[in-house]
């Protein structure tokens, strides 16, 4: 994916950290005309609603980046990816091994792009050492940008730390 399949107005994704899907659209509605392209992650999906909420955007013209991290086996992923491609969502994201970003890059049709995590911003090297990665936090970044792109992913979400490389 190259920054021109993206238009200088929609690379403005506004993150919908809200609690609930009521807080979503009023945001949105104050928002209004000034952002087109909509962040929805866990805590909405988990509030209830999710679905009727992306479709309220997708009504308003609105793009939407379901942020969901999946992680799990790849077959479930890949069901997942499956069931979404055709909510009209433009961007969703997967967290995982090489089979997992695989099975979602083989399952997201031709309009869903497979986003792949590479590290979670959260993770210090003391969590790095505790799951095992003996190597620092921008090697590793490196490694599953590059694995993730492999397997199939139309691009990567990372630290702006890493951006540079």
């Known amino acids: 994916m190259s920054q021109q399949s993206i238009t200088t107005r929609d690379r403005l994704i506004f993150a919908m950290d809200v609690p609930d899907c009521d807080r979503a659209r009023e945001l949105a509605e104050e928002l209004g005309d000034a952002v087109t392209f909509y962040k929805i992650g866990l805590e909405l999906m988990m509030s209830g609603g999710y679905f009727e909420l992306l479709d309220w955007f997708l009504a308003k013209d609105k793009k939407v980046f379901c942020d969901l991290k999946f992680f799990d086996i790849p077959a ?46 959260s993770l210090d090297r003391g969590d790095l050492d505790d799951l095992g990665f003996d190597c620092d936090v921008e090697a590793l970044v490196l490694s599953r940008a590059r694995r993730a792109l492999e397997a199939g992913c139309d691009g990567v979400i990372s630290s702006g730390l890493e951006v540079p490389r």
């Open 76 to 121: 479930t992923v890949g069901s997942a990816v499956r069931a979404l491609k055709d909510r009209g969502a433009t961007f969703v994201t997967v967290h995982g091994n090489q089979s997992i970003m695989q099975a979602a890059a083989e399952n997201k049709g031709d309009s869903l792009k497979v986003l792949g995590v590479t590290v979670l911003t």
